[in-house]
């Protein structure tokens, strides 16, 4: 279970911060309350990939299998990074 969420944890940081940027700008279409929002939840979830990484570092993983699921879990953090910065930024240049 532990390897799953490690594999998939910058995924779900992605859907959150897709859905919670959706849903500001549903509640505040084009109003600057959204633009805070999306530069709150762009930061926070940027935050949280941050996290993730720092956890898989530093997992000291013996076998193959366990440097296996790190580095797949590092590209796909990385992969999610870019994309919540990709997602947030239009909101922030306006």
């Given at each position: 279970?532990r390897?799953?969420l ?6 779900i940081l ?9 849903i ?7 109003q600057?309350p ?10 926070l979830c940027?935050?949280?990939?941050a ?10 993983g013996a076998?193959?299998m366990?440097?296996w699921?790190r580095t797949?879990?590092?590209?796909g953090?990385?992969?999610s ?6 997602q947030g930024l239009?909101a922030l240049i306006v």
């Amino acid at each position: 279970m532990r390897s799953w969420l490690m594999l998939l944890s910058g995924f779900i940081l992605w859907t959150i911060h897709f859905f919670a940027l959706y849903i500001a700008a549903s509640a505040f279409p084009g109003q600057p309350p959204s633009y805070w929002l999306t530069g709150l939840i762009t930061i926070l979830c940027l935050a949280g990939v941050a996290f993730a990484v720092m956890r898989a570092k530093r997992g000291d993983g013996a076998s193959g299998m366990d440097r296996w699921v790190r580095t797949v879990a590092l590209c796909g953090l990385g992969l999610s990074g870019i994309a919540i910065i990709w997602q947030g930024l239009p909101a922030l240049i306006v």
